[in-house]
């Protein structure tokens, strides 16, 4: 079996899995989330089929590394006394962006399947995969949510 070096499945589907997880997990834990899910990869890609959808199953990998950090965050303390610095450095590349800052407001199941479908460039029924679900519930979450992505940002 050949299988392309892993820095070529990186340079090939690491700007997909970035998207996948600012829309999921947001712009802050987004870089975790993309590193978890690489180094995951990592040790599970030699036993990776060679007929495999290696996108479907990295941005599947990102949904499961995505749920065990938004887990660890509801175990962390928050400190709340110190009013936190504001550097130059803008941490949240996205913020200006109007796109997702409307994705943002959508429903989780609507976000979760137009991250997954329209980012991540998944088939429904890997998405009603992820999600939990039937195909045509994925579909219709995704269509949903565009449809509401399109009011907002024609709204704003």
Known sequence: ??????????????????????????PVDAEDAWSETFLAALRAYPELDEGANTEAWLV????????????????RAVPTDEVPEHGVLDRDPTAHDPVYAALRTLPDKQRLAVAYHHLGGLSHR????????????ARRASADGVKNLRTRLEAS
């Open 1 to 26: 079996m050949v299988v392309a070096p892993f820095e070529q499945v990186v340079a090939r589907h690491g700007a997909t899995v970035l998207r996948v997880c600012r829309a999921v997990v947001g």
């Open 60 to 75: 599947t990998i990102a949904h499961r590394k995505a749920i065990d950090l938004y887990r660890a965050g509801t175990r």
């Open 126 to 137: 890997e998405v009603a995969q992820i999600l939990g679900g039937t195909e045509a519930a």
